[in-house]
C-alpha cells in the first residue's frame, strides 16, 4: 500500500493534489481501521505494524497528511497507545513514529498546536479557527458534516475526507485535556530502560521545543504539559536519591551527560550510584532544553524548574536542622552549578540563592535569607559542611552573572569607606613606610591608636613607574612569611612561577567571562572632604577574613578550600577588588581590615607559636614532605599549626602571582618574565 502510494504521487503532474489512491485511503478511513486493529493487537504484533507503517507513511509521501481529519484522528490515538506502558514492546517504533512527527512540526510550526491538541481542548478551539495557519492546500476544504459537498478544483471522493480542524465529535466522554499526546508520550518513552529509545525520545522532545514560531512556543507554555512534565521529573528522580550521600562520591560523577546518563563503570561502586547519575543526567538535559529552547519556553521551563526543585524541594533540605540533610543537598546544589549552561536556569539558580534584596546587608543583620544561611553554613562546627559549602561558593563565583559578585563582594565596597579620608596620597612607594615598621596591626586593638601607613596611588596606570607598583606588591607578599617560616625553597616544583602561569590562565579565563559588564578601570577618587562612614565588608568577606585569620588552627583540607576562594575572589579584574584584596598600602580607615591586614596578624600569631614549638624547621619541612606525598604520613605533634603554615606560605605566592597578572609593568601579560622568588 505505501509503495502504490509512493508510486502515485511521483506520478502526480499538479503539485498539491491527492491522487485517486490516496483519496481512496482517507475516504475509507483505512487509517482509522489499521489503527483500531492496532489497539485491540488483532492478530498479535499488529500494534508495531501499524506503528511502523505510519512512521513511514508521514516520512515519505510529500503530500501534506497531518490536516487531514481522517489522518489527525488515527494519529491522536496512536499517540495515546504509546509511551504509557513503561517497558513496552513497541518503544522502538513508538519513538520512531514520535521523531516523524517532530520533523514536521519542525518542518512547519503550525503543526504544533494542531497536534498537541487534546480531545476536550478541540471543541473550545472549534470557535476560534485561524485557517491563516493551515496550509494551502487545507484552506478550502468543505464541512466534513457534507459528504457530498465539493473542494474547488477536488474530486468527490478526496473532499469527503477533509477538514481543517479536528471536529468537536472527536471529544470523548470522561475524556481529558491531560489525557496522553505528543508531549506525554514523549515524556513516557524519555523513561524508557532502553537507552537508545530514552536517548531519541529526548532528541525528538529537544527537537519539539526548539520550534522557532512564537505562536507555536506560546502554545507549548500554555497549553501542554511540557515544563510541568520535565520539572516533575526532575523532582522525582531527586526524591530517588539516598537520603545521605558522600560528597566525594557526588563530585566523582558530577561529569555525567544527558547523552551518556549512565554511571562510569569505572568509578568506585556506592549505594545511590545509578540514582545519582539518573538524576544528574536528566538535570544536565533539562539545562540542554533551556538552553536550545525557543525564549518562551526557555523561561517558563527554568522557572518551573526553579519552582519545584529549587524553592520547594532544595530549599527545605539545605535549612534542615540535620547535618546529613544539609551535607548532601549542598554538594548536590554544588554538582548542578557545575552543570548548569543555560542563562535562563543560571538567572533562576542566582534569583533563588541571593534573593531579590537590592540592599547591601548590614553587619547585625540576622540570616533572612537563604544566602545568608548558606554563608553561616561555611563557619559551621562541622567541617564538612564548612568545605562542602565553601565549594558552592567557588562554583557560583565562576558563573557568568554579574549579580553574584555584586552581591557578595562589590556592593559593600561601593563607595570605598574601607579607605580613610582626608590623608594624602604618597606620590611613590618609596615615601612608605618598611613593612617591618608597617602598623597594619592596628586593626585587631579596640584603641587604634596606630595610623595605618599612607597607600600608593591604587591603580597602576596611575603610576608613572608601573614595574614599581608591580616590584613593592609582589614582594610584600612574598616577603610576609618570614625566613623561619618558608620551606619551598627545599623542594622543586613549589616556586612562584608555577603559580604565575597558573594565575595567568585563570586570569584570562575570569576576564573574558566579566568582559561583558563593563566594569571601569580605575576607582571613583574619593572627596578628601566627605566625612568617613562606617564600613562593613559584608557577610561573605566577613566570614572568609574570620576563617583566614583562624588558618593555624583550622583542618589542611578547610584551610585550601578558604583560599581556594579567596583566590578566586583576588582574580576579578574590578578595581575596587584590585584595592581591597590585593593593595598592601591601602590607608584603611580606623576599626577596618583588609585581606593583607589580616594576614600580617596572622603572621605575628605564628611568630609566637613558632618559639613554642621545638624543632620547628625540621617539623615543618617534615609535614610538606607529608602533604606532598614524598614521605610516609605519621601523626607529629603541632600537625594543624605546621599544615597550616605551609598553606600559609603558599597562598602568599599565589596572591603574588595574581598581583603580578593583573597588573602588567610593561603591557600585555604574555610578554612579562616571572620574577624568582621573592625578587621581582
Given at each position: 500500500m505505501l509503495d502504490i502510494l509512493v508510486y502515485e504521487e511521483r506520478q502526480q503532474t499538479g503539485a498539491g493534489e491527492a491522487g485517486p489512491c490516496l483519496e481512496y485511503l482517507l475516504q475509507h478511513k483505512i487509517l482509522e481501521t489499521l489503527c483500531t486493529l492496532g489497539k485491540a493487537e488483532y492478530p498479535p504484533g499488529m500494534r508495531q505494524q501499524v506503528f511502523q507503517f505510519f512512521s513511514k507513511l508521514l516520512a515519505q509521501v510529500q503530500h501534506p497528511l497531518l490536516h487531514y481529519l481522517n489522518v489527525h484522528r488515527p494519529v491522536q490515538k496512536l499517540l495515546r497507545l504509546g509511551g504509557t506502558v513503561p517497558g513496552s514492546q513497541t518503544e522502538k517504533e513508538e519513538v520512531q513514529f514520535t521523531?516523524?512527527?517532530c520533523s514536521k512540526i519542525q518542518q512547519d510550526p503550525a503543526l504544533l498546536t494542531y497536534i498537541l491538541e487534546g480531545k476536550k481542548m478541540v471543541s473550545r478551539k472549534k470557535s476560534s479557527r485561524e485557517p491563516?495557519?493551515?496550509?494551502?492546500?487545507?484552506?478550502?476544504?468543505?464541512?466534513?458534516?457534507?459528504?457530498?459537498?465539493?473542494?474547488?478544483?477536488?474530486?468527490?471522493?478526496?473532499?469527503?475526507?477533509?477538514?481543517?480542524?479536528?471536529?468537536?465529535?472527536?471529544?470523548?466522554?470522561?475524556?481529558?485535556?491531560?489525557?496522553?499526546?505528543?508531549?506525554?508520550?514523549?515524556?513516557?518513552?524519555?523513561?524508557s530502560k532502553k537507552g537508545r529509545v530514552a536517548l531519541k525520545a529526548q532528541e525528538n522532545l529537544l527537537l519539539l521545543v526548539s520550534v522557532a514560531s512564537q505562536a507555536a512556543a506560546t502554545y507549548l507554555v500554555q497549553s501542554s504539559p511540557c515544563c510541568p512534565a520535565v520539572a516533575e521529573h526532575l523532582c522525582q528522580l531527586y526524591q530517588a536519591l539516598p537520603t545521605f550521600l558522600d560528597p566525594a562520591d557526588i563530585a566523582a560523577l558530577e561529569g555525567i551527560s544527558w547523552r551518556l546518563p549512565s554511571a562510569p563503570s569505572d568509578e568506585a561502586a556506592f549505594p545511590g550510584k545509578e540514582a545519582l547519575a539518573a538524576f544528574l543526567g536528566w538535570f544536565d538535559y533539562c539545562d540542554h532544553l533551556i538552553m536550545e529552547a525557543h525564549m518562551v519556553v526557555a523561561d517558563a521551563l527554568a522557572k518551573a524548574v526553579a519552582e519545584k526543585l529549587f524553592v520547594e524541594i532544595l530549599q527545605p533540605h539545605?535549612?534542615?536542622v540535620s547535618e546529613q540533610s544539609v551535607l548532601t543537598s549542598t554538594a548536590l546544589l554544588t554538582a548542578m552549578l557545575r552543570q548548569l549552561r543555560s542563562p535562563a536556569l543560571l538567572r533562576e539558580a542566582v534569583a533563588f540563592?541571593?534573593?531579590?534584596?537590592?540592599?547591601?546587608?548590614?553587619?547585625?543583620?540576622?540570616?533572612?535569607?537563604?544566602?545568608?544561611?548558606l554563608i553561616g553554613h561555611c563557619d559551621h562546627l562541622s567541617d564538612e559542611i564548612s568545605i562542602t559549602t565553601l565549594r558552592l561558593f567557588e562554583e557560583l563565583?565562576?558563573?557568568?552573572?554579574?549579580?553574584?559578585?555584586?552581591?557578595?563582594?562589590?556592593?559593600?565596597?561601593?563607595?570605598?569607606?574601607?579607605?580613610?579620608?582626608?590623608?594624602?596620597?604618597?606620590?611613590?612607594?618609596?615615601?612608605?613606610?618598611?613593612?617591618?615598621?608597617?602598623?597594619?596591626?592596628?586593626?585587631?586593638?579596640?584603641?587604634?591608636?596606630?595610623?595605618?601607613?599612607?597607600?600608593?596611588?591604587?591603580?597602576?596606570?596611575?603610576?608613572?613607574?608601573?614595574k614599581t607598583a608591580v616590584t613593592e606588591?609582589?614582594?610584600?607578599?612574598?616577603?610576609?612569611?618570614?625566613?623561619?617560616?618558608?620551606?619551598?625553597?627545599?623542594?622543586?616544583e613549589t616556586g612562584y612561577d608555577t603559580y604565575v602561569h597558573d594565575a595567568y590562565g585563570l586570569f584570562q579565563e575570569c576576564s573574558s567571562r566579566v568582559a561583558p559588564w563593563g566594569w571601569p578601570l580605575g576607582p571613583t577618587p574619593l572627596d578628601p572632604h566627605e566625612p568617613e562612614r562606617p564600613f562593613f565588608e559584608g557577610h561573605f568577606l566577613r566570614m572568609l577574613f574570620d576563617r583566614m585569620s583562624r588558618i593555624l588552627e583550622q583542618p589542611y583540607s578547610l584551610n585550601l578550600q578558604v583560599t581556594s576562594v579567596l583566590s578566586r575572589l583576588a582574580l576579578f579584574p574590578h578595581p575596587l577588588i584590585h584595592e581591597y584584596l590585593l593593595d598592601p598600602y591601602i590607608n584603611l580607615a580606623p576599626g577596618c581590615r583588609s585581606l593583607f591586614s589580616v594576614l600580617v596578624r596572622v603572621i605575628g600569631d605564628l611568630m609566637q607559636r613558632i618559639q613554642r614549638v621545638p624543632q620547628f624547621p625540621g617539623k615543618l619541612l617534615l609535614v610538606r614532605k607529608q602533604l606532598m606525598g614524598q614521605v610516609p604520613g605519621e601523626q607529629l605533634d603541632h600537625q594543624t599549626l605546621l599544615q597550616g603554615v605551609v598553606v600559609l606560605e603558599e597562598f602568599c605566592k599565589e596572591l603574588a602571582a595574581i598581583a603580578f597578572v593583573k597588573f602588567p609593568p610593561h603591557g600585555p601579560h604574555l610578554h612579562l618574565s616571572p620574577p624568582r622568588e621573592g625578587h621581582v
Open positions: 521523531t516523524v512527527l491563516s495557519t493551515l496550509p494551502r492546500e487545507a484552506a478550502n476544504i468543505p464541512d466534513k458534516d457534507d459528504p457530498h459537498s465539493k473542494a474547488p478544483d477536488r474530486s468527490s471522493g478526496g473532499a469527503q475526507a477533509l477538514s481543517p480542524q479536528p471536529p468537536a465529535e472527536m471529544e470523548e466522554p470522561g475524556g481529558g485535556a491531560a489525557d496522553s499526546n505528543l508531549i506525554t508520550s514523549l515524556m513516557g518513552l524519555c523513561k539545605l535549612l534542615h540563592l541571593l534573593g531579590t534584596e537590592p540592599q547591601p546587608a548590614a553587619p547585625d543583620d540576622g540570616p533572612r535569607t537563604l544566602c545568608a544561611h563565583l565562576q558563573k557568568p552573572h554579574e549579580r553574584i559578585i555584586r552581591s557578595l563582594v562589590l556592593g559593600h565596597l561601593e563607595g570605598r569607606h574601607y579607605v580613610a579620608r582626608g590623608s594624602p596620597e604618597p606620590e611613590s612607594y618609596e615615601d612608605t613606610v618598611d613593612l617591618e615598621e608597617d602598623p597594619y596591626f592596628t586593626d585587631g586593638f579596640l584603641d587604634s591608636s596606630f595610623q595605618p601607613s599612607a597607600k600608593h596611588p591604587p591603580a597602576p596606570l596611575t603610576n608613572l613607574d608601573g606588591i609582589v614582594n610584600s607578599f612574598l616577603c610576609l612569611v618570614p625566613e623561619e617560616a618558608k620551606t619551598s625553597a627545599f623542594l622543586e
